[in-house]
């Protein structure tokens, strides 16, 4: 084994084991059992009965909703245009009709739970109710899925440029001379790749176009931020910085980053770790520029700055302390220390 496989690929192999098996229960543990928890919902009933329905909706089995009051349905629309709520409950106080209002764009999948734990309420009362969707997903974007594959394509852009600058210059700049050309060619890379990216979700494929400008500078501050911040790892650890890229991004990042299943249908864990990850912040906020006038875009521009921050710091910060000192030699200086010349002798004849 030992004349084929040094310890060293051995080792790689076993981190290459243990990124494989960590991508399959991630996927799994986040896939397997989609559960409905505390999805935020408003509720707009009769004053008389706002109160005890609201509390009703809270104390359901195994807590599928967080309700709370909206005193008119004007309220509650609101709360769903700035991502308060994924939905509202309308009950109404002349007839035994009442009305669901969801947001299919913030995540089809959710829009479907809600009817499902709607249904019974109203059958066990006799009472029935429609559906409405008030954030319909555009033509182009199916079930809502543009936007979690535009982030995903930037995020994975950021790292595989970065990965491929340290292939080919080494993980580790030279000095910060380098790092700031690295940093300055990834600046310009995320520069072209956000205009692409938005481009083709946009023009070519009619998926989330008409907010082109929108969807160019936030592209390019989430493929600058994942690329730094990638920089930062690989020039600090190397081939293991590499792994630990991949690990947050793409192993945990992805399953919890609220494409396929929103938060609220995610385990606890999932749910937790997704809204501090570029694919989800990523996720959320093209969701937010396309369909609810940039409502939570803010918070992740300001944490995918602090990605970008923490990557430009940390990649000249390793640059200046790995850089090789230089020796000055002022003019008649020995580079030899005195303590160690070879004694001169002289014979007279």
């Given at each position: 084994?030992?004349?084929?496989?040094t310890?060293?690929?051995?080792?790689l192999?076993?981190?290459?084991?243990?990124?494989?098996?960590?991508?399959?229960?991630?996927?799994?543990?986040?896939?397997?059992?989609?559960t409905?928890?505390?999805?935020?919902?408003?509720?707009a009933?009769?004053?008389?009965?706002?109160d005890?329905?609201?509390?009703?909706l809270?104390?359901l089995?195994g807590?599928?909703?967080?309700?709370?009051?909206?005193?008119?349905e004007?309220?509650?629309?609101?709360?769903?245009?700035?991502r308060?709520?994924?939905g509202?409950?309308?009950?109404?106080?002349t007839?035994?009709?009442?009305?669901?209002?969801?947001?299919?764009?913030?995540?089809?999948?959710v829009?479907t739970?809600?009817?499902?734990?709607?249904?019974?309420?109203?059958?066990?009362?006799e009472?029935?109710?429609?559906?409405e969707?008030?954030?319909?997903?555009?033509?182009g974007?199916?079930?809502?899925?543009?936007?979690?594959?535009?982030?995903l394509g930037w995020?994975?852009?950021g790292?595989?440029?970065?990965?491929?600058?340290?292939?080919?210059?080494?993980?580790r700049p030279?000095?910060p001379?380098?790092?700031?050309i690295?940093?300055?060619?990834?600046?310009?890379?995320?520069?072209?790749?956000g205009?692409?990216?938005?481009?083709i979700?946009?023009?070519?494929?009619g998926?989330?176009?008409?907010h082109?400008?929108q969807?160019?500078?936030f592209?390019?501050?989430?493929?600058f931020?994942?690329?730094?911040?990638t920089?930062a790892?690989?020039?600090?650890?190397?081939?293991?910085?590499?792994?630990?890229?991949?690990l947050?991004?793409?192993v945990?990042?992805?399953?919890?980053?609220?494409?396929?299943?929103?938060?609220?249908?995610?385990p606890?864990?999932?749910?937790a770790i997704?809204?501090?990850?570029p694919p989800?912040?990523?996720t959320?906020?093209?969701?937010?520029?396309?369909?609810?006038?940039?409502a939570?875009?803010?918070?992740?521009?300001i944490?995918?700055?602090?990605?970008a921050?923490f990557?430009l710091i940390?990649?000249?910060?390793v640059?200046?302390?790995?850089?090789?000192?230089q020796?000055?030699?002022t003019?008649?200086q020995?580079?030899?220390?005195?303590?160690?010349?070879?004694?001169?002798?002289?014979?007279?004849?």
């Open positions: 084994m030992r004349d084929g496989v310890p060293r690929a051995g080792a192999v076993l981190a290459v084991l243990a990124l494989q098996l960590a991508f399959i229960a991630s996927y799994i543990g986040a896939f397997h059992e989609p409905p928890h505390r999805i935020p919902v408003a509720v009933a009769p004053p008389e009965a706002l005890d329905l609201v509390g009703k809270n104390r089995p807590e599928p909703l967080a309700a709370r009051a909206a005193f008119s004007d309220a509650a629309r609101r709360m769903i245009d700035e308060e709520v994924y509202a409950f309308v009950v109404s106080n007839d035994a009709t009442d009305r669901l209002i969801v947001a299919s764009a913030a995540g089809a999948s829009a739970a809600l009817e499902q734990i709607i249904t019974p309420l109203e059958d066990a009362q009472r029935a109710f429609t559906t969707d008030a954030k319909p997903a555009l033509l974007d199916a079930r809502g899925l543009s936007g979690f594959y535009l982030a995020v994975v852009g790292y595989l440029v970065a990965l491929a600058v340290s292939m080919s210059k080494g993980a030279a000095n001379h380098r790092a700031v690295r940093l300055l060619a990834l600046a310009v890379y995320a520069a072209v790749s205009v692409c990216g938005a481009l979700a946009g023009s070519l494929f998926a989330l176009d008409g082109f400008a969807l160019w500078w592209g390019a501050l989430l493929v931020a994942s690329g730094c911040f920089m790892l690989q020039a600090a650890f190397g081939f293991v910085g590499t792994g630990l890229t991949i947050l991004f793409v945990l990042g992805n399953p919890s980053a609220g494409g396929a299943y929103p938060a609220p249908l995610l606890a864990f999932w749910r997704g809204q501090w990850l989800g912040l990523g959320e906020a093209i969701r937010g520029i396309v369909y609810f006038s940039g939570g875009v803010q918070r992740a521009a944490v995918l700055g602090g990605y921050l990557g940390g990649t000249l910060l640059a200046q302390i790995a850089q090789p000192r020796i000055v030699i003019p008649g020995s580079l030899v220390p005195a303590t160690s010349r070879a004694p001169v002798t002289t014979s007279r004849p």
